[in-house]
Every structure is written in C-alpha cells, then in structure tokens.
C-alpha cells in the first residue's frame, strides 16, 4: 500500500488530493506517478475504476511551473464526457496550485468559444481527437512548447475509429524535443503495440492486472430466466433491487434502444447510451442519469468506457459480455469507493448457462445463483403491500368526504363486509408481471407417459407447430397440457401426446385439416432419432410452440396474469350480491 505522500509529487497536490478522500494511491497510480515523474513514457494497463485519471493527471499537473501561452500537455480522451471528466480531475488536483489553466475541447460545442478559450492561452488541453485536429488545422492550437502528450483509454479511440487522427496528432507533435509520451488503455491490441512502437521511446509498461480491486466488493449473481422473458425478469428484479442509481449492459445498440422503451412503457426511469449517439444526445442522458432524473442507465460496453458514475448501487448484465474481460469492467462500475455493490446477469437456455460458466472461470470469480420470484410470490407481495398501503391509510385516521359517503352507502343496505369487499376489488389490482417459463411444453412432456404420433403435414405444407396444437385443442377439447413435444419435418410432423388422450386424438384428427392440408395421423413407429440432432431440434421447437399457443388459444396462464385477480374478487362479490 503506498501513500500519497510516499510518492514524489508536491504536498500541494497531497493536500488536494486528500480532500478529495483518496486515502492510498491505487496499484496503477503508485507504479505509474514515479515512473512518468522521472520523463519515462509510459504504456499504462488497467482496467475501468482503477484510478487512470490521476496516474496521469498527477504527474500533469507537477509539469506546469508557470502559466503557459500554449499547452504543455496535451491529453486526448475518446469522448466529450471523458474531457470534462479529466478536465474536472485536473482541476481538483490543481486546486493548491495556482494559475494552471486547463481547456477542454471537443466537437459538438462552438468552436468559435474553445478558440477564445485557446487564445486566452492554457497550460493543458484536453480533448477529442477530432476536435483538436480541427484546432490543429486551424491553428489556434500549436503544440510547439508541448512536452507531454496522454492518450486516455487509447484501446476506446481506436476502436472508434480516431485512428488516423491520433496518429496526425502525434506528428504533429515537436521533433526535436520529442515530447513525453503517455498511452493508457485497458487492452493490448495490435493497434495500440504499433502506436507504441511507432511514438514512444522505451517506455515503461505499468500493468495492473488483478481484477480483484474492482469485484471485490460486489455481490455477483445470476438469474436463470425463461426464454423470451427477460425483460418481464429485468423489471422485476428491478422492483425488487430498487436501485438508486442502475445501470444496465446490452451487447446492441439496437437491443439498448428497445430495452428502454420497453422499460420507460412500464413507467421504469431509463435511458440509453449507445456509439451512434450525437454528442448533445450523449451529454442529456448522461446528466439525466447523473442527477438521478433517469436513475437506469442503459448502455452497450463501447458507450459506457471511461464514464465514471461513483454511486451506482446495481449493474445488470441483461445479455452477458461477448468478450469475457468486458464482464469485470461491467461489475466494476458498482462496488466503488468501499462501498456495496450488487451485479446481477441474466440468463435464458443452456448456451448462455455455458457462457456464464465459462465467465467465471475466466474471471475467477464466484456468481452466485439466485432464483426468480414465482407468480405466488409476486401475488403474494402484492397483497402484502396492498395490506400496508390500506393499514397506514387507517392509520392517518377518519376523512369527513369519505365518511359521509360511508354513510349513504350504508344507508343503501349493503353489508359492510360487501362494501370493503367492493371498495378493495376496485382498488386492488393484482397484477404480476409474467416470468414464467410459458414453453410449457418441455415441462409437461414430462409429467406423463407421451405417445409420439405422426402426422402427415409438415413444413413444406406451411405447418408450424403452432398450428398443430391449435388444430389438436380445437378438434379433440383436450388440453394444451397434454400435448407435449412437436417436431415439424418437411413433409410430416411428430407430437407427443398423453397416453391417456391418443385414442381421441387418433380418432379426431384423422381426416381433419389443418391449414387446408387433409391429416392422416398414425402411431409413430420410426426408429429413434439420434438424440443431438432431437435436443437441437427441441429447443427451438419448444419456444416458437409456447408463444404460438399463447396467441392461438388467448393463454388462461396470461388471462390470470393481466388482471385475472381482479376477475375473481369481482365474481366472488358478484356472488355475495345474490346471495
Ligand atoms: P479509470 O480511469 O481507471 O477508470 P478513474 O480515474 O476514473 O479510473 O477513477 C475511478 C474512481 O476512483 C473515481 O471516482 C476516482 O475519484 C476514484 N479514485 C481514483 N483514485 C483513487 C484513490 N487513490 N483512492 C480512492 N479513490 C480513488
Ligand atoms: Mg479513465
């Protein structure tokens, strides 16, 4: 553990920073302030929240002696946020030493005031690539007095494209006195040996590589979730957290986009952040979602690099990260400054299960299982809060109106136990969001002895197995639960049926049509398929299968899940009513 003061930096910069309540430097600031203090370059590894800022800020701040015309540093970070976050840094490290002036610069704002700002002169500039090239080109920046130049999440900016921007910034730079050169990032790519290669002279690599820092304090877990109810999941869980400050990873920019409308549909505070974002766009929702106005945020790994939000209390993986290393920078965001942080993934079939296996593996990190609410328990909680809500209501005492209108009503003759009855049912809708596993099918093949019975329509007669099940229900009467696996072939169909119900359904469907095509139906009799090619197929099947029937048959499952409560304490005082 090293103190600040244990670092060869000036006690203005120490007493900064302790009022900042940085009580020890992190790994990457203790090895990489000394080495950039003695004129090293330096190639830098970390990851998210490991302290880069001041690592690099520090030793920035130590290089100014006096106020400069033009910068003597020059640090380029990917995005608008990040200038203003490092800008904001610098400016608390220099807040003991006077006269540093610190201009952020970047595209999306006037450039006719950074200008202004420029000629004011500055002592360090942070800014996009873009941007300063454009500075570059115009000359309202000049970086002949430059002696120290930062790339900030270098592996972010190249990826984004500012290849060749960086690139023609660092030639741009002074060659006789080549400045010193500093490159952070949290990878190693190609890319990034080449620009090391290409414009820093023996720099010193300063590698942190344990994640542990970052995870330590998180509680990880995982939710095994149904296929296709993620986001019923994801708004539960939400309820359950209810985070202060959440933020949420998508691997799409396109899934980041439906999954805040979807949450916003149901009343959830989110927003998105994603690369094809204008920088004004980006800036809104990052306020928003710094000032708790939209307390979700909802982001794909690339949009979310380098943004340093201190109080998120809940991350959520709802898909989990390609590229398993994104998984630590993901759980990193929440669990900071020594304080409790909860990351939550989720996952849908045995693919994800693998992935998620294979993530804790890699990051030699335990996630825990946690299991889902059941519609019981949501019910449950409801009546539960319905309960609390009506006694602290009780508790607030007697309200003229509502008394007055107590007396009419029970002047009309009712039966007190009718009138509350009446009153709650109107006010008491027990709605559960759905997170059961709707591909019934898998689970009640199970619960009795199948029969396989074969078909003759299959693809090529446009059959989908969600015709079949609506053609059986409709012609038989039976039940959606006794029908179990369907295979559609191109030219026939299999489907397991209750023992119990075969004969009906032999004797029904023979002759009957389903999408116009005339069913002969028979007993299968084929030898077993090979069981890989049976499990591939099931899988699918079992999905679009479960969502047809909910459509075809208006599912009672859903019809209890929308309201279906409110139904039956209506009918029950229907009941009282007669009575
Ligand atoms: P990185 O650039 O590596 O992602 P940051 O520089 O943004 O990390 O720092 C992450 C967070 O940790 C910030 O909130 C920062 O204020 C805080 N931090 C940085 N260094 C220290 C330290 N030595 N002690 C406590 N907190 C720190
Ligand atoms: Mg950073």
Redesign the pocket.
């Known amino acids: 553990m090293t103190k600040f003061n244990e670092l060869p930096i000036s006690p203005m910069i120490i007493r900064a920073v302790e009022e ?7 790994p ?2 203790a090895s990489a302030i000394p080495a950039i203090m003695e004129g090293h370059d330096v190639l830098g590894l ?9 690592a690099f800020g520090i030793p920035a701040i130590e290089l100014i002696q006096e106020s400069h015309r033009h910068p003597k540093v020059l640090i380029i970070c990917p995005t608008r946020e990040l200038v203003e ?1 490092v800008a904001t ?1 610098l400016r608390k490290f220099s807040k003991y030493k006077e006269g540093i002036k610190i201009a952020p610069v970047y595209g999306g704002q006037p450039i006719d005031r950074q200008i202004q700002l420029l000629k004011r002169g500055c002592a360090i500039v942070v800014g996009t690539p873009g941007r300063i090239m454009d500075h570059l080109r115009r000359r309202t920046l000049r970086f002949h007095e430059c002696d120290m130049v930062i790339l ?1 999440e270098a592996d972010e900016m190249l990826n984004m494209g500012f290849k060749e921007d960086i690139e023609e910034i660092l030639k741009a730079l002074p060659d006789d006195k080549h400045p010193q050169t500093i490159l952070f990032s949290a990878t190693m790519p190609d890319a990034i040996l080449k620009i090391t290669k290409e414009f820093q002279t023996d720099p010193i690599k300063v590698q942190i590589k344990s994640a542990q820092r970052t995870i330590d304090t998180v509680a990880q877990m995982y939710y095994e979730v149904p296929r296709g109810k993620k986001v019923n999941a994801l708004r539960v869980l939400l309820n359950h957290y209810d985070p202060e400050l959440c933020m949420i990873f998508c691997n799409t920019k396109r899934m980041v986009d439906e999954l805040s409308e979807e949450l916003n549909h149901h009343g959830l505070k989110a927003v998105g952040l994603h690369g094809d974002m204008k920088q004004a766009q980006r800036d809104r929702v990052m306020g928003q979602f710094r000032d708790g106005k939209c307390p979700i945020l909802i982001a794909t790994d690339v949009a979310a690099r ?1 943004i ?1 939000v ?1 109080n998120i209390s809940l991350v959520i993986n709802f898909d989990l990260p390609q590229d398993h290393e994104y998984y630590i920078h993901r759980v990193g965001r929440t669990g ?2 020594g304080k409790k942080g909860k990351a939550v993934t989720l996952i849908s079939g045995k693919k994800q299960f693998r992935d998620l296996k294979e993530v804790m593996r890699d990051t030699k990190t335990n996630i825990a299982k946690r299991l889902l609410p059941t519609t019981q328990q949501l019910e449950a909680a409801n009546r539960k809060n319905f309960i609390i809500e009506v006694l602290s209501a009780c508790n607030e005492g007697v309200n003229q109106d509502s008394l007055e209108i107590a007396n009419d009503l029970l002047a009309e003759g009712i039966a007190v136990e009718n009138l509350i009855s009446a009153l709650i049912s109107m006010n008491y809708h027990n709605e559960v969001i759905d997170i059961e596993d709707s591909d019934a099918v898998r689970r009640y093949s199970r619960e009795f002895d199948a029969v396989k019975l074969n078909l003759n329509v299959g693809k090529t007669h446009g059959i989908q197995t969600g015709n079949i099940v609506a053609s059986i229900i409709e012609e038989t009467g039976i039940s959606a639960g006794a029908i179990g696996r369907i295979d559609v072939r191109s030219n026939f169909s299999l489907v397991d049926v209750d023992a119990a119900k075969v004969d009906l359904v032999l004797e029904k469907m023979q002759g009957a049509h389903i999408r116009g095509q005339e069913v002969t139906i028979q007993i299968d009799e084929a030898p077993k398929r090979k069981k890989a090619q049976e499990k591939k197929n099931t899988a699918k099947r079992g999905h679009s299968q479960a969502r047809h029937r909910d459509a075809n048959s208006k599912s009672r499952k859903n019809d209890r899940h929308r309201g279906g409560s409110q139904a039956k304490s209506s009918r029950r005082i229907s009941n009282r009513k007669k009575r």
């Not at 900042?20 to 992190?26: F, I, Q, R, S």
């Open positions: 900042m309540g940085y009580e020890e430097a992190t990457i600031q970390s990851n998210t929240g490991t302290g880069k800022t001041a976050q840094e900030d380098g340093d201190d900071r400054a």
